[in-house]
């Protein structure tokens, strides 16, 4: 079945740091990759999606590049902000007849200023 | 309003009560979603609903009883819960539910169970 891997949290940098949070997954077929984002007391927000190998998807200044070779979309931020702490998650959804994404556990990430 | 809502924001109850939890998604959306996030644990999925109609259940006990009454509302009916169901409860919609559709969530209901 499907199945993604985020690296464990917390992740603590400091203002302006660069950042990266490791995803790998396991699917069948051709899956399409997403990033949400959780801030404190809230739902989860669609940050970026990529549906194909080499697609890359972007949202304010986060980047994440759909790796089939490696199974990978890691997502990176050249300066994190204060306001970008918050959990993020890795999700995957393909041709597995589950009609749902399947996400990852989460990456706490917090920002000193 | 817009996107997905979700009420009560904060809910506690005690294991021989009866609640529901209610989610209205505003987007013309065609599938809704129930999922449980409990502290260090992935998001579960519980109940998919395309249509109105339930086309998943993720093996969720039967004190968690879902109605889905047209594509625009979903409720969750919970009776003797156990305090391990306290958790947020977070509502979800998209446009279908192949899977390849980005889901919208609402800001989830925080359920505890004394």
């Known amino acids: 079945g499907n199945s993604v891997t985020q690296m464990e949290g917390p992740v603590t940098l400091s203002e302006e740091a660069f950042l990266t949070i490791n995803c790998t997954y396991t699917?069948?077929?051709?899956?399409?990759l997403f990033w949400y984002v959780q801030y404190p007391g809230e739902g989860l927000q669609l940050l970026l999606k990529a549906t194909k190998a080499d697609d890359k998807g972007s949202n304010k200044g986060f980047e994440a590049t759909y790796r089939k070779e490696t199974t990978s979309f890691h997502l990176e931020k050249g300066s994190v902000q204060v306001s970008d702490s918050a959990v993020y998650f890795c999700a995957l959804s393909g041709y597995t007849g589950r009609r749902a994404l399947t996400f990852g556990s989460g990456t706490r990430l917090q920002v000193q200023p | 309003e817009t996107g997905v809502t979700q009420t009560p924001r904060h809910l506690v109850m005690g294991m021989t009560n009866k609640k529901s939890l209610k989610c209205e998604q505003h987007?013309?959306?065609?599938?809704m979603y129930w999922y449980k996030q409990s502290a260090k644990k992935p998001l579960e999925l519980m109940f998919v609903y395309s249509l109105e109609e339930r086309v998943e259940n993720n093996s969720v006990p039967s004190r968690f009883s879902p109605e889905c009454p047209n594509s625009s509302h979903l409720f969750l009916h919970l009776h003797t819960l156990q305090p391990e169901d306290s958790a947020l409860y977070l509502c979800a919609s998209s446009q279908g539910s192949s899977g390849f559709y980005e889901q919208y969530f609402g800001p989830g209901t925080r359920l505890t169970v004394t």
């Open positions: 987007l013309g959306h065609n599938a």
């Open positions: 699917a069948t077929g051709y899956p399409s």
